[in-house]
């Protein structure tokens, strides 16, 4: 029997879970009107921003957890995953979003430009591994999940590079 590997224990790492609750994909342009926030500014804000998103991870967190030791070869265990997964890239969307929208501050552009990117990447391989769960093609779900933990951990560790307090950070108990 197939085990939900830590399939869904990554789930809501990505950066500290900041990023789904049906947020459209719209991409929101960077503010322009004005300068562009000091680097402390933008810390705080997006940091604000994961502090809110934190509520959606930890619903995620929790469907995950409800799931996490099913059986992977159970149809239904793969919808309900494939769900969660959508959950995630959502969340993850919508953080990427609200991040870009803050404006890179100046002489950081590079550095949020990278984030961004990270991000981005995590989004296309929760939606790879969407897919799979979805059309019951979970044999290299695991190999996806391992990858996408490793963009996971990437990003964490530029977002604590950066300079984040909240994004970025492991989860409080």
């Known amino acids: 029997m197939s085990r939900l590997p830590p399939l869904l224990a990554v789930l809501v790492l990505s950066l500290a879970a ?3 609750d049906g947020d459209d994909g719209a991409v929101p342009q960077p503010t322009t ?8 500014e933008f810390i705080r804000k997006a940091d604000a921003v994961c502090r809110e998103i934190l509520v959606d991870a930890e ?3 929790q469907q995950a957890a409800a799931i996490g030791a099913s059986d992977l070869t159970n149809q239904n265990t793969q919808q309900v995953a494939a769900k969660i997964w959508q959950q995630q890239i959502a ?8 991040l870009e929208s803050l404006g890179a501050p100046a002489g950081s552009e590079n550095e949020v430009s990278q984030l961004v990117a990270t991000l981005e ?3 296309a391989l929760g939606d790879h591994i ?3 769960l979805a059309g019951g093609q979970i044999a290299d779900t695991p190999t996806f999940v391992e990858e996408y933990a490793n963009v996971v ?7 604590q590079q950066f300079g984040f307090k909240v994004c970025g950070s492991p989860p409080q108990s």
Do not use: H
């Open 18 to 20: 900041c990023g789904g």
């Open 33 to 40: 009107a004005g300068p562009s926030p000091s680097k402390v």
């Open 59 to 61: 619903k995620i967190d």
């Open 91 to 98: 969340l993850t969307r919508k953080f990427k979003n609200r």
């Open 121 to 123: 990447e995590a989004i």
């Open 130 to 132: 969407r897919t799979q």
């Open 153 to 159: 951990q990437q990003g964490n560790l530029q977002a």
